[in-house]
């Protein structure tokens, strides 16, 4: 969205209501919606061989392959559907001044705009149909270099727009005299939704050899659009001796996309060479919640004012879609990090969130007899909530042999997605001789619950590495979401011939941390060969864990009295 810039400025004298007032709005520009993709069926016979030299011996007959210098991110297949990202929203910049009158500014931030949705991706390389029915028509593929992926097939939904910045302000300055009034509106764009990613199925069936890091065999992934953070909604008011009211309303956050099904099914031999290069990669990756933003409209030297903030909740995470994993024949790995399968669903993480609160102040006197009451009060929102996982099922019937640490033979889990974290709070008192502040943190969100996780091998899984076990299969619940901070900042000064005295009572407590949620069932059942040779490298781990309770929010208070007196009684 486009940048939005308005002003209003008026020198009349004040002498009425109307003369000298200056009123502003502004709105930032919405942005635009990602669009949705279609659907993606492959089907591929025969080699490919990507940045690869082939050469034969003139004697024997033997090829050899070898890769081309200077050749990275270089997949060999490549299939994607891929939603459009949603537009960030426009900032919005409003400004009102009557430095004899009275200011009004109003202000709101742009959207930002929805992610679109990618379709389903469906691959088949190495069958052939024909008359009498389905035949196996295995090919290889090589790649060399760098990033570059045997076989990637992806669906991949579009993030949610960020909203755009606000920014409100409106002065005016008078004596103490004046009858002038001041209001600031504040209100925050939103983030939108994110979009969802489709169905991935692959059937493969050959061989693949990759040589160079982070370049993994096959590549199946349904990932979702995180959602749309919120931005900075800001209102200020330089009002002296006004009667003031501010309002400020934060902007909503998106929540994330759901990722779908995904499946593979591979009979052949996969080679990877690299670091970060699993044989086969297969996960179902939901979007995070976006994330609230700072919200506040301070009205500074206003000889009365109310003082409204009403933040939002963090997004929800997204729900992640199953996993099914299917292999036979061989799958080797040579370099650190590389598993010979990683199966994952794993659920979006909730957003952090905003805090509501309501505080208003008096003066009453003039000059150095001038005394200023004032109470408040702010709540925190509770976190948002994490997005569940779904089941992941791993059937093996293919040899495995992993050489370097960090590579395991199977790894199969589902995780649930954390709560996030709950809105802060902060209560500022300045200069009151009497003030009342409560200030309560919000809960941490509630994490999601994970799904159920099988595993079963019948053939030979072989680990060379250290932290290399043979099957680790896991359900984790998600933890729940930190507590937000309650903090209480008093500042209270006054001339030193005066000695001024002033009394406070302050109330914060911390926000609680969310709950954890509950794993699935897991089974782990071998009728095959594990051995590990490496430190730490477990045959078999199957675990189900649940989620940890989040920390609790913490509580920070802060008193300096300036050539004067106060009491205070503080309850945290």
């Known amino acids: 969205g486009g940048l939005n810039v308005a002003a209003s400025l008026n020198t009349g004298t004040g002498e009425s209501k109307t003369d000298g007032m200056a009123i502003a709005g502004g709105l930032g520009g919405k942005g635009g919606t990602g669009a949705n993709a279609g659907n993606v069926n492959l089907t591929s016979n025969g080699d490919v061989l990507v940045n690869t030299l082939v050469a034969v011996d003139s004697g024997t007959g033997e090829v050899t392959l ?4 200077f050749a990275d991110s270089a997949p060999g297949v490549v299939a994607q559907s891929i939603g459009g990202g949603g537009g960030a929203g426009g900032m919005n910049v409003t400004g009102a001044i ?24 469906t691959v088949v390389r190495g069958y052939t149909a024909g008359v009498d029915g389905e035949t196996d028509t295995p090919g290889t593929i090589t790649t060399f270099g760098n990033g570059s992926t045997g076989l990637a097939a992806q669906s991949i939904g579009g993030g949610g727009g960020n909203a755009g910045m606000n920014f409100v302000f409106a002065a005016t300055l008078q004596g103490e005299d004046s009858n002038n009034v001041a209001g600031i509106l504040a209100v925050g ?6 979009g969802n990613g489709g169905d991935v199925g692959v059937r493969h069936n050959g061989n693949i050899l990759t040589d160079g890091d982070a370049s993994a065999g096959i590549l199946a992934q349904s990932i979702a659009g995180g959602g749309g953070n919120a931005n900075f909604n800001v209102g200020l008011g330089l009002v002296r001796n006004a009667t003031a009211m501010t309002v400020a309303i934060g902007g909503g956050s998106g929540d994330g996309g759901t990722s779908g099904n995904v ?6 031999y996969i080679e990877t060479q690299g670091d970060q290069s699993n044989g086969i990669t297969a996960q179902s990756l939901a979007g995070g919640g976006g994330n609230a933003a700072m919200n506040m409209a301070p009205a500074l030297l206003a000889k009365n004012k109310l003082q409204i903030g009403i933040g939002r909740e963090g997004g929800t995470g997204g729900i992640a879609g199953n996993v099914l994993v299917n292999t036979a024949g061989a799958i080797n790995t040579n370099g650190m990090d590389s598993s010979g399968v990683l199966a994952q669903s794993i659920g979006g993480a909730g957003g952090s969130s905003g805090s509501i609160s309501i505080s208003g102040s008096g003066r009453s006197g003039s000059g150095d007899n001038a005394q200023s009451f004032g109470a408040s009060f702010a709540l925190g929102l509770e976190g948002g909530a994490g997005g569940k996982s779904g089941t992941v099922t791993v059937v093996n019937q293919a040899d495995i042999g992993t050489k370097d640490d960090r590579s395991r033979g199977i790894v199969a889990q589902s995780i ?3 709560g996030g974290m709950g809105g802060g709070v902060t209560n500022i008192i300045f200069r009151d001789a009497g003030a009342l502040a409560m200030a309560i943190g919000g809960s941490g969100g509630a994490g999601a619950v994970a799904d159920n996780v099988s ?13 290399s076990d043979g099957i680790l299969a896991q359900s984790l619940g998600g933890g729940g979401g930190a507590g937000g901070q309650a903090m209480t900042l008093d500042l209270e000064s006054s001339m030193p011939s005066s000695n001024k005295a002033s009394t406070t009572v302050t109330v914060a407590v911390g926000g609680q941390g969310g709950g954890g949620a ?3 069932d897991v089974s782990a059942a071998n009728t095959g060969i594990i051995a590990t040779t490496g430190d730490r490298s477990f045959g078999i781990r199957a675990q189900a864990i649940g989620g940890g309770g989040g920390v609790g929010g913490a509580v920070v208070g802060a008193h300096v009295e300036i050539n004067g007196t106060n009491s205070s009684l503080d309850i945290n």
Request: glycine share 28%.
């Open 66 to 69: 070898s890769g081309i210098e």
């Open 98 to 121: 009557a430095p004899r009158g009275s200011p009004i500014a109003i202000g709101i931030g742009g959207t930002g705009g929805v992610g679109g949705d990618a379709g389903s991706v």
């Open 189 to 194: 764009g939103d983030g939108s939704a994110a």
């Open 263 to 268: 499946t593979v099914d591979h009979t052949g």
């Open 416 to 418: 649930g997605g954390e």
């Open 455 to 467: 595993v079963s091998n019948d053939s030979l899984i072989l680990t060379l590495g250290d932290d």
């Open 518 to 520: 509950i794993s699935g």
